[in-house]
């Protein structure tokens, strides 16, 4: 079972997003047969297996293994994730674009920044499990707390300095073999954490 899996497909998405569908594919996070989830989700066992033959129709659900149980055969299924990002691809003809209006003061460009990050690790992830190796990446996350808005401004002054002259003194245009890579620093006001 993967960690996270991206969903690029809009049929994929659809099929996630029902609120059934939802909460077997959290239900099976742990395998677990049709009539083992019509008792946990309170739903007869044939519409569970509707559901459940569907989502792995789409790869959301997998075989886990199959039980003999008298004369008949059991289906044990599992989630192929423990969690699913739905990738700005599943809407592609109208996925947000930072290209459009590069404002890194604006929220909403912030946003479009994201949702290519997602699209982008998505398709590296495809990309590499299809040929069977693993992506190189690296993230910084953490919170600071500013006392004023003068101190949050002159941070982000200070932070595309030293991000600008990183790049700057990394980036190489001229050597045979170089991979290009994207740099993303955000910053944002944090979502407070329910207790």
Do not use: C
């Amino acid at each position: 079972m993967l960690e996270v899996a991206v969903i690029e497909d809009a049929a994929t998405a659809e099929v996630s997003l029902d609120p059934v569908r939802a909460r077997l594919l959290a239900e099976l996070a742990e395998p677990s047969s049709a009539t083992m989830l019509a008792a946990k989700v309170g739903l007869p066992r044939q519409k569970v297996n509707y559901h459940l033959r569907t989502l792995e129709q789409y790869g959301l659900v997998e075989l886990a293994e199959e039980r003999r149980k008298g004369n008949m055969t059991e289906r044990v299924m599992r989630a192929t994730a423990a969690s699913y990002v739905i990738s700005p691809m599943a809407l592609a003809a109208v996925q947000p674009d930072p290209e459009r209006s590069p404002d890194r003061l604006s929220a909403r460009w912030l946003l479009a920044v994201a949702a290519r990050l997602v699209r982008d690790v998505g398709n590296l992830l495809t990309g590499a499990a299809t040929a069977g190796k693993r992506v190189a990446t690296f993230a910084v996350d953490g919170e600071v707390r500013f006392a004023t808005a003068r101190d949050r401004a002159a941070f982000a002054e200070e932070l595309a300095v030293a991000v600008t002259g990183l790049v700057a003194k990394y980036h190489d245009e001229t050597t045979a073999g170089g991979r290009a890579h994207r740099v993303v620093v955000a910053v944002h006001p944090s979502i407070p954490k329910e207790s």
